[in-house]
């Protein structure tokens, strides 16, 4: 087994940025063996080693706001073709994840997106990740700020920063300048949100601010600061979060308990919301405006698919489900063509479900985009189930992992589409293939957490079933159901739960409500109808 690299003291002995320079000499020299420490900062630059280790990576690439143009577009799709076998995943974070690269390909790659102005350093490692945001700013009617202009200002002070290359641990921004939280600030290190505050006897429109949310194994929502920034205001604000953590010396000591959260909330080591926003005042200087906590929307998981008009009179956005977010290289082209005639903008925009939206739609061409993303095979008005079931990247590629989780997030969908094929009420469904949480199903409807379990005296895969997770002013983490469910019954299983829940609906109401009104024992025995025993 390889020796395990200690990389607080590996980051001391080298800057992750400065990796570049080695990606460089190995890629020139392949035959160069590489250094682990060297391989474990690659990720500085969004390189991950894929499943098996043996040669290939993943590369992650940053689209801030999830907000892309067709050429950009049109280069992903070619990177993908000449690279990575053809595969493009969009990720939970607005970003796009190659697998099958080769180091050797990697300078070519990053200076191809270069040209297009894209990066990926910050993508992966202890760094800002990708700054996310709420994928219709700036063209929502009901906003209260366009809060991508923030979130691209954010993006570009960040990447790349050698003043904060070096953190305890990766490090979430999220801006939404919507009523809807859809940019998910309870699950980031930092949230920023939509608000309007009265200031001197006017209404005035800024943020407010949540600090220390984050999922993996120990999920910790985010804490408000209670505070209301104008949006000159914000940025001094986030740099002096952002300085807290990096100087936190605490965080170092205990990687599993490195992330910002625990520096809010963790029973011994937290220091609590009020204790945090006094140590944001020591550093600006000044005292935060104080601001009674927002109130926080009750639906944040819309998915913003099918035809809305935009607030720019006369154009429109369509919202477009790609199920588990997998793409090929061809499919990115024919958006980008599709993009380039019918947006007049060229606008495309990841969403954290997956999926993506084409803006700048005039009024007069809608049906005919309808057609040409039909023809291409895309699906704007897709099932209950395919728009909202979310994947991580899974055994297929990811050395973590104890279950495949796209193919399988893939086949439910298709399987409960074909058995209620009228269904219209949500049910998101989120996949991890092992207790990270890359899938985020700590906030799904039903949550799925890969895991293993003995049938028949034989090892197979399985899934923890989490039920009962939002963001949002109902915010709660989903809670285990039912253990061990084998992964050959999982759309059962789901099927099962979706149907009670149908039948016990009277009045609209949502499958989280089903699942308070219901012990976790009897939603338990729901989950099992009809399984096999196991041996
Ligand atoms: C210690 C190991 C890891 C932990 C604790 C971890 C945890 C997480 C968490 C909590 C998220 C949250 C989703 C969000 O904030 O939206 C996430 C995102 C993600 N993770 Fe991991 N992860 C780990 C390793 C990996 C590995 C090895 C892969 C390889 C495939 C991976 C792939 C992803 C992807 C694709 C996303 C989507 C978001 C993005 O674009 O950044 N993770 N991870
Ligand atoms: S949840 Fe686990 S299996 Fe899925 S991508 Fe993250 S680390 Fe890998």
């Known amino acids: 087994m390889a020796p395990r690299i200690d990389i607080e003291s590996v980051k001391k002995r080298k800057d992750g940025l400065a990796v570049i320079r080695d990606i460089e000499r190995y890629a020139a020299s392949p035959d160069l063996p590489q250094d682990p420490e060297d391989i474990a900062l690659y990720r500085w630059y969004g390189i991950y080693q894929q499943r098996p280790k043996d040669g290939y990576h993943m590369l ?13 577009l049109r280069a992903i799709g070619g990177i993908a073709n000449d690279f990575g076998r053809g595969l493009a995943d969009i990720t939970t974070r607005q970003n796009f994840q190659y697998h099958w690269i080769e180091l050797r390909h990697v300078p070519e790659i990053l200076s191809r997106l270069a040209g297009v102005g894209i990066s990926t350093v910050g993508a992966c490692g202890d760094i800002t990740r990708n700054v996310v945001g709420c994928p219709v700013a700036g063209i929502d009617a009901d906003e209260f700020i366009d809060g991508s202009i923030l979130a691209h200002e954010l993006a570009n002070y960040y990447s790349g920063n050698p003043h904060f290359s070096n953190l305890p641990r990766k490090y979430k921004i999220s801006v939404c300048g919507c009523r809807l939280h859809c940019a998910q600030p309870d699950i980031n290190d930092v949230g920023l949100y939509g608000a309007e505050f009265e200031l001197d006897g006017k209404l005035q429109r800024g943020y407010g601010l949540m600090v220390g949310g984050g999922l993996s194994t120990k999920p910790l929502f985010a804490v408000d600061m209670n505070t209301f920034l104008l949006p000159h205001e914000v940025f001094e604000v986030v740099k002096a979060v952002t300085e807290i953590f ?8 205990d990687r599993s308990k490195a992330r910002l959260k625990f520096l809010l909330s963790d ?3 937290g220091v609590g919301g009020d204790r945090f926003r006094a140590m944001i005042e020591e550093r600006i200087g000044h005292p935060l405006r104080h601001a009674t906590p927002f109130r926080r929307p009750l639906d944040t998981e819309t998915d913003h698919l099918g035809i809305h008009p935009q607030k720019q009179p006369g154009l429109y956005y369509v919202g477009v489900g ?5 793409l090929s290289g061809d499919d990115l082209i024919r958006l980008a063509d599709i993009a380039d005639e019918f947006s007049t903008q060229s606008s495309i925009r990841n969403t954290n479900k997956q999926n993506f939206i084409i803006s700048h739609i005039p009024e007069e061409k809608l049906s005919q985009l309808r057609g040409a993303l039909k023809a291409a095979g895309f699906d704007d008005m897709p099932s209950v189930f395919k728009r909202s079931v979310v994947s991580c990247t899974g055994i297929e590629f990811c050395n973590l992992a104890i279950t495949e989780t796209k193919e399988l997030g893939r086949r439910v969908a298709d399987e409960l589409e074909e058995r209620f094929p009228e269904a219209s009420k949500q049910l998101r469904i989120h996949f991890s293939g092992c207790p990270n949480n890359c899938g985020q199903n700590a906030i799904g409807d039903v949550g799925l957490r890969g895991g293993l379990t003995k049938v028949n005296g034989e090892m197979v895969q399985a899934f923890d079933i989490l039920l009962g997770g939002t963001t949002g002013e109902n915010r709660a983490f ?10 050959t019954f999982i759309t059962d299983a ?6 009670t829940y149908l039948g016990w609906c009277s009045n609209g109401e949502t499958f989280n409500a089903f699942v308070k009104a219901h012990t976790a024992e009897q939603l ?11 041996e």
């Open 60 to 72: 992650r690439i940053k689209v801030p706001n999830g907000q892309l143009n067709g050429n950009q």
């Open 246 to 253: 990096r100087d936190s010396e605490i965080l170092r000591a």
């Open 267 to 269: 029973p011994k080591i």
């Open 322 to 326: 790609v199920t588990v977010g997998r």
């Open 478 to 487: 989903a809670e285990t159901v039912s253990k061990k469910i084998p992964a």
């Open 494 to 499: 789901i099927a099962n739960l979706y149907r």
């Open 524 to 534: 338990d025995a729901v989950v099992r109808e009809g399984m096999p025993p196991k």
